[in-house]
């Protein structure tokens, strides 16, 4: 009995552990995707490309709209894309008004740091579909325009809902 709730005890003490782990980490997604095609239907504008993807670790299907002056990429070229909350490493809210300690005018450190583009969107659409006899879902985002659909294991985008603000970020591989 007292081996019993010990156990308990130390199983309640790793959850606890594993939660503030999980609240201080601003990144709730991230997984390397490799280009597999670019503008399949065509250039619809000048600086926008329209990639789709594949990923490496959680096999999920991305459709996303990129800025080419800003990052550009080829079919074949691989990338690593992350999803967070907040740009702030010590995981504290991303403030929606002008802050004049935000990382590019204060040069404090930030997520931005670590990767090359980053896009603030927010999630207008998660639907649940079926594909191949398995369960998977379909996150939509929008980008200011730019836009993005990603398809894969519920499991791993659980934690992303329909109205969430998020930030994108890319960072190109060698």
Request: hydrophobic share 40%; proline share 3%.
């Amino acid at each position: 009995e007292i081996a019993f709730h010990s156990a308990r005890l130390l199983t309640s003490y790793w959850l606890k552990m594993d939660a503030q782990f999980i609240q201080k980490s601003p990144v709730i997604f991230e997984d390397t995707f490799v280009v597999r095609e670019k503008d399949k239907a065509g250039k619809k504008f000048d600086i926008v490309s329209r990639y789709e993807c594949r990923s490496d670790l959680y096999e999920m299907d991305a459709v996303i709209d990129i800025n080419t002056d800003l990052f550009p990429l080829e079919k074949g070229q691989k990338f690593l894309l992350a999803f967070a909350w907040t740009l702030n490493k010590d995981n504290t809210a991303f403030s929606n008004k002008y802050d004049e300690t935000f990382p590019t005018i204060s040069s404090t450190p930030s997520l931005m740091n670590e990767y090359d583009y980053v896009m603030h969107g927010k999630v207008f659409k998660y639907k649940d579909i079926q594909k191949g006899g398995q369960n998977l879902v379909e996150l939509y985002v929008s980008f200011g325009g730019l836009l993005m659909q990603l398809s894969g294991s519920p499991d791993k985008l659980e934690s992303i809902e329909v109205d969430s603000n998020l930030f994108l970020l890319l960072k190109a591989l060698k």
